[in-house]
């Protein structure tokens, strides 16, 4: 009996371009669609049942700001996770630091603060004081370096993704946009079938080098070392990040993910409005057969246990804020197709954004665009000059 195949037709978006605009008719239209009570009833079925124990001791977090949060939070880590809409995250974060002239942690080389671990790169210094407020360029977790950065009472977020989404977007950009050496070296018919059932003959010897094997794990700092030790390792160290971690969002659900970091960090609906970020026209179709995936779960069974972990524990919080959140993120999604049409008209004049339950009235000017569709490279380099400036206003002031 042949073997059920899977015909998967990925669109990628252009790296640098924005995204495509859907019709506000259209998606006025869907919005109507679904009342809300439908939605919660759909929001209800998402927190599936699962088999890991450590999942299931997912305690909800049920706190409305984080402790002793009297204004907005401003101190943060956020873990830019490769390929799970993390650059959309860091430019919400660049945006809201850069208006309040916030010091970024700024590797001085190049925008990875550390491609391992262990590594401690070197940064520009801090303004007003010995600790920056925010650290959002890719990193490899590791507390003991990050924190050293940043003020004691700064809260850290992270982004996860569907691993097997993951891989797929992860690579075919790292094969079509940054040729990979060990992804181009792959023959591209049936390219991730290769890449998958050919693990010893294509991916590198160094678990750092690879962008497809256990990559979000290895991104949130995991040995993987610990996996020859077993499971439990695994167990103990999500243990650890639960403790790390007060959010990690969905890329999945990035609506509902801003909206809940938005309720934590007390911030206004304006700060998080956006423009996907980092995505890749290309038109790629692949056969990914059911064993496929079977092999690719197994060999990547330590991302499917982390995905599972903070999946759980990210509906035990929205859980906490429900059903008013629901209601929320249909607001939410209803400015958000304002925002990406003023945006596309390019007009010269302000958006006006009514005030509601949530949001005070507010604008959004065609430097908002400019700077929510800025590529992420070019406002790195914006956030530099930035600093430049403000450290020679410090020095001549002191």
């Known amino acids: 009996m042949p073997i059920l195949q899977k015909f998967i037709r990925f669109t990628f978006k252009s790296v640098t371009g924005l995204s495509v605009f859907i019709s506000v008719g259209l998606m006025l239209r869907l919005i109507n669609l679904t009342s809300l009570g439908k939605e919660t009833e759909f929001y209800s079925k998402l927190s599936v049942p699962t088999n890991n124990r450590l999942s299931r001791d997912v305690k909800p977090v049920c706190t409305t700001a984080f402790v002793n949060s009297i204004e907005e939070t401003q101190h943060i880590a956020f873990l ?129 080098l690879s962008q497809t094997y256990n990559r979000m794990a290895f991104d949130f700092g995991f040995d993987f070392q610990a996996r020859k030790r077993g499971k439990e390792d695994v167990d103990k160290y999500l243990q650890y990040l639960n403790e790390k971690f007060s959010l990690v969002m969905l890329a999945e659900y990035v609506d509902e993910s801003l909206v809940l970091m938005k309720r934590l960090f007390k911030w206004k609906l304006r700060d998080i409005i956006y423009l996907s970020k980092n995505e890749f026209t290309k038109n790629v179709t692949t056969t990914i057969s059911s064993e496929d995936i079977n092999v690719f779960k197994k060999r990547n069974f330590i991302d499917y246990i982390f995905y599972d972990f903070f999946h759980k524990r990210f509906w035990n919080q929205i859980t906490c804020h429900s059903p008013a959140i629901f209601e929320e993120v249909r607001h939410f999604k209803s400015i958000q197709k304002i925002v990406k049409s003023c945006c596309k008209m390019a007009s010269k004049q302000p958006c006006a954004i009514s005030e509601s339950v949530w949001n005070e009235k507010f604008y959004v000017a065609d430097e908002d665009c400019r700077l929510m569709s800025m590529p992420e490279l070019d406002f790195f380099k914006l956030l530099k000059k930035r600093h430049k400036i403000l450290m020679n206003k410090l020095s001549v002031k002191s």
């Open 80 to 208: 830019k996770v490769h390929k799970a809409a993390s650059s959309t995250t860091q430019n919400i974060l660049y945006r809201f630091g850069f208006a309040r002239n916030l010091s970024f942690v700024l590797p001085m080389l190049d925008n990875y603060f550390s491609k391992q671990s262990k590594y401690v790169p070197k940064v520009l210094k801090p303004l007003n004081g010995k600790k920056h407020d925010i650290l959002c360029n890719h990193a490899v977790f590791n507390y003991t370096v990050i924190s050293s950065y940043l003020k004691e009472d700064s809260v850290y977020i992270g982004i996860i993704r569907d691993p097997l989404s993951i891989f797929i977007s992860a690579a075919n950009y790292y094969r079509y946009v940054w040729n990979d050496k060990y992804l181009k070296k792959i023959p591209e018919k049936e390219f991730l079938h290769q890449l998958i059932n050919n693990p010893r003959k294509y991916e590198p010897k160094h678990t750092f």
